[in-house]
């Protein structure tokens, strides 16, 4: 739907604004290539941006705030795109040793 008819300016124009940190209507005008027009549209952006602030921060009060970033961990040597597979065993042992996760124990008759 349209929240600004003079713009082109869509809700989901205005919601990917402020998802990609946009936080006051001035900001989003400005992202959205906003230009002075009839000013009808000026309340509803207002409106968006106050209800979407007032979203993320009901969020962060039940989460305990917005998730620090943590640190990314490093990759055991030898793992990787380019690291060989590990080794399957194979023949007939391997048959017999196989175990499948919650299949019943067989019994010889
Ligand atoms: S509707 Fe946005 S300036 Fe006219």
């Known amino acids: ?3 600004c008819v003079c713009n082109a300016i869509t809700e989901d124009d205005v919601h990917g604004c ?4 946009c936080a006051t209507a001035k900001a989003v ?3 959205c290539g906003f230009k002075p027009g009839c000013g009808m549209c000026t309340k509803r952006i207002y409106t968006m941006v106050s209800q979407y602030r007032t979203a993320n921060e009901l969020a962060d009060a039940l ?3 917005p998730l620090a970033l943590t640190a990314v961990p490093e990759p055991s040597p ?3 795109p380019g690291a060989p597979a590990p080794a ?5 042992a391997a048959a017999e040793t196989a175990v499948i996760e919650g299949a019943a124990p067989q019994t010889a008759a």
């Open 29 to 31: 005008k400005a992202a």
């Open 1 to 3: 739907m349209y929240v």
């Open 78 to 80: 030898g793992a990787g």
């Open 88 to 92: 399957v065993p194979s023949g007939p």
């Open 18 to 21: 402020m998802a990609s940190g």
């Open 63 to 65: 989460t305990g705030g």
